[in-house]
């Protein structure tokens, strides 16, 4: 049997040799010099490039550099960051599962608390379609994020979602090292948050079969919301959905690279972050190994702590016709000019619904939140 270093060690992030290696390959890359004027404007591109070139492991890396884009990220595309919660922090290992809205703001800005709080950052599982970019790929490496494919077969996928599982629990358990998750496969494209049960069987399968609840209290699961004012990819998702309601969607090269880039430099809005408390083991033995029932503690949770803005509460209203005093009037009227913007350049079926949706769909979680089994 490997030990767990050498079963584990392609999902490790890299060291020493690998580690400079790597950051050769990406300060030598043809897309390096813009992003390095605009995180580090003070100084020269062979400057930073040096500086990178000095780190010697990823946690100096973050430091250092991924710092300035968690920086440049809240000053430049945001107008504040708040977050709550964070007190857990430091007390023990955790598995961090959020809702999905950004394929990497979400991940990274939950990395900033972490920073911003003096705290190890976390290992981040993500989608492969992260790696379609070689640069992008680079910087997910330096980032303790890593992938685990779908396997071409159903054996080959149940492997993969095992190693997962096991390496989330090792790093857990055994590392004393805390992960971040989405609760689902896939970003939101209706607004609503909901974890796949599938995935809380997932981290119990590489602990004791026969004591599910026990199996999840190791994991020490917190629920984190994540909450846009503004959706930076929300017009590209409605697009997206809209498409698929009228036959086969082919997503073309690129877009998912395009829909990371979009993520990163376009309008968020406030943005807040709640860190939930952990789930406790007796909700989980209440639960009594029921997959879905846990799926829907999480949603609760989650929904709970989702901070919502007037953009939520007015889409709400133009999608339902309920009425509300959550906004104001002039808060009302640059949110239909962006529904009118957008609609007027993507002339797409249930296009102006899908994108309501979006932003309505937050509070539709917390309404059906109440109506969920207890």
């Not at 890359?29 to 813009?34: L, R, V």
Request: proline letters at 6%; glycine letters at 6%.
């Amino acid at each position: 049997m490997p030990s767990d270093m050498e079963q584990y060690k392609s999902l490790y992030p890299p060291e020493g040799e690998e580690l400079a290696a790597l950051i050769e390959r990406l300060t030598t890359n043809e897309y390096f010099p813009a992003p390095a004027l605009n995180l580090f404007p003070e100084q020269s591109v062979d400057d930073t490039r040096r500086l990178m070139l000095s780190c010697q492991n990823v946690d100096e890396f973050q430091a250092k550099v991924m710092s300035r884009v968690c920086k440049f990220v809240v000053e430049r595309t945001s107008q504040g960051f708040s977050y709550s919660g964070q007190e857990i922090l430091g007390q023990r290992p955790y598995l961090f599962v959020s809702n999905h809205r950004d394929i990497t703001c979400d991940a990274i800005l939950l990395e900033y608390i972490h920073i911003l709080s003096h705290q190890p950052t976390t290992h981040v599982v993500i989608g492969s379609n992260l790696f379609e970019m070689d640069l992008m790929a680079m910087l997910a490496r330096l980032n303790k994020m890593f992938a685990i494919g779908r396997g071409g077969n159903p054996r080959e996928y149940y492997r993969s979602l095992m190693q997962m599982s096991g390496f989330l629990r090792h790093l857990i358990t055994e590392k004393h090292e805390s992960a971040w998750i989405a609760q689902r496969n896939g970003r939101t494209k209706d607004g609503i948050d909901r974890t796949d049960p599938a995935l809380i069987k997932m981290f119990a399968a590489s602990g004791d079969r026969s004591n599910p609840a026990k199996a999840l209290a190791e994991m020490n699961i917190v629920p984190v919301s994540i909450s846009y004012e503004w959706e930076p990819c929300g017009v590209a998702k409605a697009r997206e959905t809209a498409l698929k309601m009228q036959g086969p969607y082919t997503k073309q090269p690129g877009e998912d690279t395009q829909s990371i880039i979009d993520g990163v430099i376009k309008n968020k809005g406030r943005i807040h972050f709640t860190l939930g408390q952990p789930l406790s083991p007796s909700e989980l033995e209440s639960a009594q190994g029921d997959f879905d029932e846990i799926a829907r503690i999480m949603d609760r949770r989650i929904a709970e702590g989702y901070h919502l803005w007037p953009n939520n509460y007015i889409a709400h209203e133009l999608l339902t016709g309920t009425p509300n005093s959550n906004y104001t009037p002039a808060e009302r009227q640059v949110f239909e000019k962006y529904i009118d913007e957008a609609c007027a350049k993507h002339d797409i079926p249930h296009f102006r619904e899908t994108l309501l949706q979006i932003y309505a769909g937050a509070i539709m979680s917390g309404e059906n939140k109440s109506t969920d089994k207890q």
